[in-house]
C-alpha cells in the first residue's frame, strides 16, 4: 500500500477498504494524459518562478522518461498504488528525491483527476470521429456504385415504394454525419481547462492557467474552479452521442439481418465476418450484426449509470465522480469496436442486385405511381386511390402485378389508363421521376453524393499541434 495522504492517519487502511477505494485498475488507463498534465503544470511552475527553473526541468525530463518506459512496456503500472496520479508521483521521488516531492505544488487530485478525464475523452472524441469518418466513405462508395440498383423501400416492414440502393445508403450516410457534428459540438463545449482549480477554490499560488490550458490543446481555463473539479457533463455528452451511435449501428445491423436472410437475399455477408453452428451445417449466421445491435444496450447503461451517479451529487468533488470511469471506458471501447467492425463487414458485403430488383417488382411498390398517373390525366387523388387499390385487389386475386396487366383489363377498371401506363409504372420510372432534392431519383442522388464529397474532404477537428510542442518542444 501506498498512498499519498497518509499523514494523519494513526491507522492502517483496512485492506478491502483500501480496495474499494483504489483506481488503479483503470484510472491506469490515462497515464499519458496524466503525465502530460502533470509535464504542463511544472513547466508553468517553473516560469512562475513557484519551483525553480532547474527544479521543473529535472522533473520535466523525469516524467518524459517514466512515460516512455511506461509506453515501451519497461515501467509497469504497479497494482499497490492507490491510483495512477499516486504511482507516477511515487516512481518521480523514487527517482528524483526531494525535487520529486514539488510536483504537486498548487495542483489538487481533483483537479488533476478532472483533467486526465477530460484529455483522455478528448482524444476518444476525435477518434470516434474519424471512425465515423471511414464508415461515410464506405457508405459513399456503395452510394455511388448503386444509384441505379433499384430496390423496395418500405414502411411498418411492408414494402412500400421502389427506391435505390444509393439511396437508402445515403440515409444512413446522414445519421452518421449528424453522429460525426456531435463529436464536433462536444469537443467545442468541453475543450477548457480544469487544471489550476484546486481541490475546489482554486490555489494562492500565482498559476498561469492561460499557460497550462494552451501548452495542453485547450481554447483556455475553465472559469469556476467548483465547476471546474464538478464538471462530467461532457461525458454524459459523448455517453449520449455514442449512444446514438450505437442506437444507428443497431437499426443498420438490424436491416443487414433481415437482408441477409433466406427470405430476403438482398445480401450475403462475407465469410470472414459470418460464424457457423456447432449442430447445423448449413448455417452461416450473422453473429457480428447480432452483436453490434446487442452491444447498443450495454452502451446506454454506461449513459444511465453515470446520469443516475452525478445526480444527487453535491458540489464541488465527491468520491462517486470516480464512478465515470470504469463504464465510460467501456462504452467507449464498445462502441468503437463496433464501428470498425460494422465498416468492415458493410465494406465486404455482396448486394444482390437482382433479387432487390425482382423484390421492388413483386410488392405493387408502383401502387403510388400509377394513382398518379390517373391524376395527371384529370382524376381527383382520392378517386385514383380507389381505383388503383381495386386494381391491386384484382391483381392479388390473378396472383400478379399492375404491369402485367393488359391494357383491356386496366381500362376495364378505368378507361383513363392508355399504352404509356406502362412505362408510368415501369421501376425506372417510379425511382428517376423522385427527382426533388432528397429523392431517390438517380439525378437527384447525383448531386446528393456531390455534396457528400465535399464535406467528406473538408475537415472536421482543429489541428492538433500542442502534443508535439508539449512532448518534444524546448
Ligand atoms: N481516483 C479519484 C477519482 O477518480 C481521483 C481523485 C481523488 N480525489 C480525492 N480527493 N480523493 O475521482
Sequence with gaps: MAQLWGGRFTKETDQLVYNFNASISFDQKFYRQDIEGSMAHVRMLGKQGILTEDEAAAIV????????????????????FEDIHSFVEAKLIERLGEAGKKLHTGRSRNDQVALDMRMYVRMEVRQTDALLKELL?????????????????????QKAQP????????????MFKRDRQRMRDIYERMNYCPLGSGALAGTTYPLDRDDTARALGFYGPSLNSMDGVSDRDYVIEYLSALSTVMMHLSRFSEEVIIWNSNEYQFVEIDDGYSTGSSIMPQKKNPDIAELVRGKAGRVYGALFSLLTTMKGIPLAYNKDMQEDKELT?????TAKGCLALFNGMLATIRFHKEQMRKSAALGFTNATDAADYLVNHGVPFRDAHGVIGKLVLYCIEKNCSIDDLTLEELQ???????????????????VNKRLTIGAPGKAAMEQVIQKEEEYLASSVFPAEEWEEALLHGE
Design 412 to 430: 376495364a377498371v378505368s378507361p383513363v389508363f392508355e399504352a404509356d401506363i406502362y412505362d408510368a409504372v415501369s421501376m425506372e420510372t417510379c
Design 137 to 157: 466513405e464506405t457508405l459513399l462508395g456503395i452510394m455511388k456504385a448503386h444509384t441505379e440498383t433499384i430496390m423496395p423501400g418500405f414502411t411498418h416492414l
Design 163 to 174: 427506391v435505390t440502393l444509393a439511396h437508402h445508403m445515403g440515409a444512413y450516410f446522414e
Design 61 to 80: 525530463t523525469e516524467l518524459k522518461k517514466i512515460l516512455s518506459e511506461i509506453e515501451a512496456g519497461t515501467l509497469e503500472i504497479a497494482a499497490q
Design 329 to 333: 471506458f467501456d462504452a467507449i471501447d
